[in-house]
Nanobody, 124 residues
Framework: QVQLAESGGESVQAGGSLRLSCEASESTVRMTTMAWFRQAPGEERDFVAAIRRGGHTYYTESVKGRFTISRDNTKRIMYLQMNNLQPEDTAVYYC??????????????????WGQGTQVTVSS
């Protein structure tokens, strides 16, 4: 059974940092790709970062140099370290997992399993 549960979302001021966590079930960490997406009110669910089972990482351009995705397969946890947060980073952040091919990992439609989301609010 695939289960994902995010935590760590808070309200912070611009320039601050947060670390999101995603606890996964045993079957989830065996999938090829784990990823973070975010969704602001009235917007689509957008790709933030992904990490493949071998450790390769991928980021959307706007978070490069500020966010770091990582995973601990032993603990079955994926992390998103977010530094220098900006108001435009405000959104509900979702973790997801899937046996997604490389060319498709940036699109939400290619993932079937999602957590409940955690709210990140950045004030200026």
């Amino acid at each position: 059974q695939v289960q994902l549960a995010e935590s760590g979302g808070e309200s912070v001021q611009a320039g601050g940092s947060l670390r999101l966590s995603c606890e996964a079930s045993e079957s989830t960490v065996r999938m090829t790709t784990m990823a973070w997406f975010r969704q602001a009110p009235g917007e689509e669910r957008d790709f933030v970062a992904a990490i493949r089972r071998g450790g390769h990482t991928y980021y959307t351009e706007s978070v490069k140099g500020r966010f770091t995705i990582s995973r601990d397969n032993t603990k079955r946890i994926m992390y998103l370290q977010m530094n220098n947060l900006q108001p435009e980073d405000t959104a509900v952040y979702y973790c997801t997992a899937g046996n997604t091919i490389l060319s498709s990992l940036r699109s939400a439609v290619n993932y079937n399993h999602w957590g409940q989301g955690t709210q990140v609010t950045v004030s200026s």
